[in-house]
């Protein structure tokens, strides 16, 4: 089970998506963000199946707080607005069936229009880290061992 904790809006987002409640069979599953991926901008990846019914793909994901951190996360990641990663506001303001619902709409535009996402996630990892983003890689990378084996903040 995924330990959640560090992060605030993204265990918020987290709880609402994975909690046991009706899903479509298409959502195979969400999971956070590889350190690397979340240093650069995608907190989850959805699996998702595409209307062709043989398709999955992985469709990146990051939370913003409010509609502003969007607005400022798209100024700083413009590429992340052309590969059309899910953006997400979220906070302790919304029930999780918002998130939820919010969350599943946006899947099935992207999932319609058959949006793939292999090429933009492999740029993604491909970029050197450096400067400031070696620190936050570092103390991602640290929690994600953490979320792993259960042990650390809660």
């Not at 907190?43 to 502003?68: M, N, R």
């Not at 700083?76 to 599943?104: C, D, G, M, T």
Request: aromatic letters at 10%; hydrophobic letters at 45%.
């Amino acid at each position: 089970m995924m330990q959640l904790g560090w992060y605030g809006n993204e265990d918020i987002f987290f709880r609402a998506v994975t909690a046991d409640t009706e899903k479509p069979w298409w959502l195979l599953g969400v999971e956070p963000a590889s350190p690397i991926l979340d240093v650069r901008g995608v907190d989850a990846l959805a699996e998702v199946v595409y209307p062709d019914k043989t398709t999955v793909v992985k469709v990146p994901v990051q939370i913003k707080g409010s509609c502003a951190g969007m607005r400022e996360y798209y100024r700083l990641h413009p590429s992340a607005r052309r590969a059309r990663v899910v953006v997400l506001p979220v906070n302790k303001h919304f029930y999780a069936e918002q998130i939820l619902y919010f969350f599943l709409r946006r899947l099935e535009r992207v999932r319609q229009a058959n949006i793939r996402y292999d090429d933009y996630l492999a740029k993604l990892e491909s970029i050197p880290v450096t400067g400031k983003a070696v620190e936050i890689l570092a103390v991602l990378t640290k929690r994600a061992a953490q979320r792993q084996t259960g042990t650390g903040a809660n």
